[in-house]
Each structure stands twice: as structure tokens, then as C-alpha cells.
């Protein structure tokens, strides 16, 4: 009966709410807007910027890459002939770039749109998840557009609450019963005092990229492999097994940074390995390739703190 009444709780929650969810054509974020929309069709609005030249481009992704999935079955079947004027009244779809400030949205859309003013949950789902991937890329993502998120979020006198998809191995690899709690500042995962300084990872990552493109000797190739090495190698440092891991860390870090001392409530939850759906609305559905090709629950930890 709790559980039944805490359901109802946050469904009847997202009732005339407006949200914004970066990373939404990844798995998690198409698998977040479907459900909101099933579940609570009186929300306001659910905002997603994506990479895209402009509006309309922005637009195609949604319908493409999201609501025209076959995840969201359940939810045309329900709606009918009247699926499309549905998801365009309550999905708007922004040109825009989490790397960049205001998450690459343009200042006039933002004004038009009064959207800082206007949304009350913002949900970071986007992160470059490749464990070899190239330094200055997985920092640009994972820690700089948590900055940006955060500065934005800043900016939000209605926001209510801020959540961070994080994932469970930036515990690394330790074994047996792992402390659910906040990194602290500059912590690493060695045991012998090192520091992180998170300044320091992104002028190092900054500078090794001007070298390389100032150097006419070094082919792209070349790059792309010194700069996937430098990731690796500093991760390994402090003790993370992979870039990702250790980017994701980091993110989280700077999350605590950009907020501490706020008001608004801020969530991480730390997915584990994310295989497939396992109940509603498609049972089995699953997109890309992934490592476990079963039926299993979504393992998720989550972290709520005020900073």
C-alpha cells in the first residue's frame, strides 16, 4: 500500500510541471520523457535539447530519434489520431549543445521561451559513456556540461529539483559494501592523500590539444590516440579504471561545487549495468548493443542531498 501511495505521489507530482532532460534520444532519457508522458499527460511541458542546426532539425531528431520510437507504442495506441497534436503541445525540442552555456540554446529562444523561469525540474541525463573515450571530449561532456547545467540551473527561480545521472561504478572497483554518499572535494580513490583538482585535469587536457593541433606533424589519428591514452592514464592515476568513470567522478564533484549552499534539492542516481526494459511500457525493448541481452531490473542507487 506505501509503495502504491508514494507512486501516486509522484505521479500526481509531475502535474503541471515543466521539465527539461538532456541526453533524451539516449536509453534512459527516451525511457524518462515516454514515462511522464504515459503516466501524468497533464504536465506542463517537457523541454529536450538536442544537437541540431536549428528548431525545425531539433524538432526532427524528437520525432525521430524519441517519440517515434516504438517504445512509445503504448502511448500512440492511447492517444490515437491525436497522438502528434498531444506530444507537440507537451514536447518541445531545442537546437542546442550541453557543452556550451545555456546548453547551447540560443539567448532569444531562452527569452521567448521564459524558460529559466518557467521550468521546475532539470534532469543532466547526458554523458559520453565510452570507457576509451578521448580526454578532452569525456571532460567536455561529463564535467564541463555539468557546469553549465549548473550555472543554468542557478538561474531558475522556480526549479524545485535537479537531478544527476551518475552511475555506480564511480566507486570503481571496489569490492563488498560501498558507502552511498557524495564525493568530497579533490577525493580520489588512492589511499595515500592524492588530490584531484578538477582545474588542473581541464588545462591539462586543454593544453595537450593546442600542442597537437599546432604540431603539422601529428596526423588526427595520432591525436585522437594521445589524447584517449592521456584520459586512461590520468583515471588510472587516481585510481578510476577508465576515463568514464573517472569524467563521470569528476562531474559529480563539480555538482557539489555549483551548488552547494542552494536551495534546491539535488538528486544522483548511480544506475548500474542497464540492460533492457523489463515491464511496461514494452517489455524486452532494448536499443544499441548491449552487454546483457536478458530481462533484468534496472539496479539503481540514489543519492539525495542538500549541498
Known sequence: MAGALDEAKIIDYFRNKSVLI???????????VEKILRVQPDVKRIYLPVRAA????????????????????????????????????K???LAGDVMREGFGVDAATLRDLRLADELNVIVNGAATTNFYERYDVALDVNVVGVKHMCDF?????????????????????KQGLVPERPF?????LRDDGTQLDIDAELRLARDLRKQMEADDDVDPKAQRKAMKDLG?????????????????????MMLAQMMRGGDVPVVIVRPSIITSVQNDPLPG???????????????????????
Request: glycine share 10%; hydrophobic share 40%; proline share 2%.
Open 22 to 32: 538532456t541526453g533524451a534520444t539516449g536509453f534512459l532519457g527516451k525511457i524518462m
Open 54 to 89: 536549428d528548431a525545425a532539425a531539433a524538432r526532427r531528431r524528437v520525432e525521430t530519434e524519441v517519440v517515434g520510437k516504438e517504445l512509445f507504442g503504448v502511448l500512440r495506441e492511447r492517444h490515437g489520431a491525436g497522438f502528434d497534436a498531444f506530444v507537440a503541445d
Open 91 to 93: 514536447v518541445v525540442g
Open 153 to 173: 540551473a542557478r538561474k531558475c527561480p522556480n526549479l524545485e529539483v535537479l537531478m544527476h545521472v551518475s552511475t555506480a561504478y564511480v566507486a570503481g572497483e
Open 184 to 188: 568530497k572535494d579533490g577525493e580520489t
Open 232 to 252: 586512461l592514464t590520468r583515471a588510472r592515476h587516481f585510481g578510476w579504471p577508465n576515463t568514464y568513470v573517472f569524467t563521470k567522478s569528476m562531474g559529480e
Open 285 to 307: 525493448w532494448i536499443e544499441g548493443t548491449r552487454s546483457v541481452q536478458t530481462l533484468l531490473r534496472v539496479q539503481i542507487q540514489m543519492l539525495t542531498f542538500k549541498f
